[in-house]
């Protein structure tokens, strides 16, 4: 049986506060816990309801239904929840490959939703700026499907890493070169901004081309969600090598 | 000042039912209302409360601060809430153009989503099977950030319209032709299932060809987003015309 202030511990793992503080944090349900666990990230805990039958390859410390709703994040506890050790982020800069760099976006299902996204598509890095929520919020690693198990992402400087990186640098606009006119190349790094405000302007100076993706001539949408327009860009850059 | 009954009928529309029964939806937030009011859909009640400030294009009637919490569907309400007629759906077969078909879509926040990037890339109309989540759901209103105005869903028998159709109907799924080597026609349904379940088995029969998106080959994800998937099958089906 966890102790009281091992249950407490991981209740304050749902604010970004003691997540870094203790760089640890949440999965629940036996998908995304099994997806982790086959990861390389590495276990703190893992707990399983009394009540809650578990398949053979999982093995987990019995709690109490009460115990359980006061270490779940989610309304109705799946029985099953595991604490995962937040890996140290990978500090090199990317000299090869497509890259992803995300300046404040700040939705948690939007994050873990791109971070699905990426790793579909076998992107390997996502550059964060610091104010981009947090990627073990729990809606983020809810969304993300498992997906955060394999691609984290490295929160920066982003002036600073842009300053210093070799690789060409897209920002997704609402106006520049169609993506569709657009020739991407092997190695590179796309930008997409806030869903509020787009890439800010401390950013955008460092983009060394300005591309959108063209709406209808009759259309009269303002903008595209952030994970749809990264999505249609993602898909447009990788057409040419998984065509 | 709205009667009570009026302000009980606006609180009842956040239910399925009673926005089926009075036909009547609610729209809050200035942004989206102004979509709305300029869009062809007819306005039935709009209130504001007397602390707002509105903008000189908009005539509302005041209400106090407990009448906009009673009617409005948001925690913090902002302050300005119009209610519309649902529109009377459109029957008629499509026969030019690319056409969304959702089944069983259940997540509000995806309709939404989708919805607005149909408004973005000039899809028309949306049919959606009975059982697809109502995107006159407050959630799905405000996910599609005003694009309800101006692209309605059309909830039907998907399975009567697919046995009419003249169109050809291509479906999403996790295993087909890669549709970045698929050539897209100018008049065609494109069919997205379930976030759970795909395209349900009744509907895939229907289907004349079946696309996906490939992955990476090291990519150990299981799926994509219905959203996402749908934006980057979408994005590649215009990239001709928008090219």
């Given at each position: 049986m966890p102790s009281k202030s091992q249950t407490q511990l991981i209740r304050s793992l749902s604010q970004k506060k003691y997540r870094l503080q203790h760089r640890l944090f949440v999965v629940e349900g036996e998908k995304s816990v099994l997806e982790f666990l086959a990861s390389d990230l590495r276990l703190h805990a893992i707990y399983t309801t009394e009540s809650h039958s578990l398949p053979a390859n999982i093995e987990a410390e019995k709690v109490s239904q009460q115990q359980m709703q006061t270490m779940s994040q989610l309304k109705t506890p799946p029985g099953l929840l595991a604490v995962f050790h937040i890996p140290t982020p990978d500090t090199d800069l990317p000299t090869k490959g497509v890259h992803l760099v995300l300046d404040q976006v700040s939705d948690p299902g939007n994050l873990g939703t791109i971070i699905r996204l990426a790793d579909w598509y076998g992107i390997q890095s996502i550059y964060c700026s610091s104010d981009t929520v947090d990627a073990y919020n729990p809606k983020s690693v809810q969304a993300s499907m498992g997906s955060l198990a394999r691609v984290q992402p490295t929160y920066t400087d982003l002036i600073e890493m842009l300053q210093t990186t070799s690789l060409p640098v897209f920002g997704a606009f609402l106006h520049g070169t169609s993506i569709y006119a657009q020739d991407f190349p092997e190695d590179m790094l796309l930008i997409v901004g806030s869903e509020?405000?787009?890439?800010?302007s401390k950013v955008l100076?460092?983009?060394?081309q300005n591309i959108t993706i063209p709406r209808a001539a009759t259309s009269q949408a303002e903008s595209l969600n952030v994970t749809v327009a990264t999505a249609a860009i993602v898909s447009h850059i990788f057409a040419k090598r998984l065509g």
């Open positions: 509020s405000h787009g890439i800010s100076q460092y983009c060394s």
